[in-house]
């Protein structure tokens, strides 16, 4: 069977250059494609919020930033990373025009099986292959994952580093009490159980057994959905 794992920057102005240097790349198995010559520099006016940069070997991905004006001299930017390799979170602040090297990393689409012990098992969607997960990689993403649901699993140098559930869902309300009477009040909600195990608050007419949309970034309700 073929694979055709893409290479995936998270930066959208390198898409087009990675693309291209991709094509020339023979389809190789799972895990046994090194590629790190392909990152890109960039400096701290690329940086946003999900861009994975190389330091010291390791892929830190941008949690978030601020860029401060001195009153002499350039701004300062200070980032926040989370190291995918420990996930450990880290703040530094550097110099406006400091340059990183993007992390190259790669993603897979996998769709979740079941977990046993502190592991958890999903499925290359391409190949069918089996892979096997930590929890500590899977992380709080556990709370937005049920059997079957479609992921992708983000590679760094071979190894599975991090687990990216889509940024919005939909999930069966499986534990919520009964719309209160009477309560017609603008903006009521209530604490919901999700069929992934995250607790969210909806509406007070969403009812247990619904299914609704949810914003997995931000841990939030859209809608409600009729299947
Ligand atoms: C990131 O966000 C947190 C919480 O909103 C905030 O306390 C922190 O200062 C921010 N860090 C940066 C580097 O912007």
């Known amino acids: 069977m073929k694979f055709t794992s893409s ?39 690329d940086i946003k919020n999900g861009l994975t940069v190389e330091i010291d ?73 089996e892979i096997p997960v930590s929890d500590k990689v899977v992380d709080d993403k556990v709370k937005w994952i049920t059997e079957g649901s479609e992921i992708s699993l983000v590679l760094f140098k071979d190894k599975i580093i991090e687990v990216v559930v889509p940024s919005t869902a939909v999930y069966e309300v499986v534990e919520t009490e009964p719309n209160m009477k009477g309560n017609t009040a603008q903006g009521y909600t209530k604490p919901a159980t999700l069929s992934s195990g995250a607790v969210i608050s909806v509406p007070g007419f969403v009812e247990q057994g619904a299914k609704i949309k949810v914003d997995t970034d931000k841990g939030e309700y859209i809608e409600r959905v009729n299947e």
């Open 7 to 45: 290479i995936v920057l998270l930066s959208a102005p390198f898409l087009a250059l990675i693309g291209s240097a991709s094509a020339f790349l023979p389809p190789t198995p799972a895990f046994a494609r090194s590629a790190s010559s392909l990152s890109v520099a960039v400096d701290t006016s």
């Open 57 to 129: 070997g390791e892929p830190y991905k941008v949690l978030n930033f601020s860029i401060m004006k001195q009153a002499r001299g350039a701004a300062k930017t200070t980032i926040k990373f989370k190291n995918l390799m420990r996930g450990t979170t880290i703040e530094n602040t550097y110099r406006s025009g400091e340059k990183f090297e993007t992390a190259l990393i790669e993603k897979i689409g996998a769709q979740f099986t079941y977990s046993e012990g502190n592991t958890f098992f999903f499925m290359n969607s391409e190949t069918f292959e």
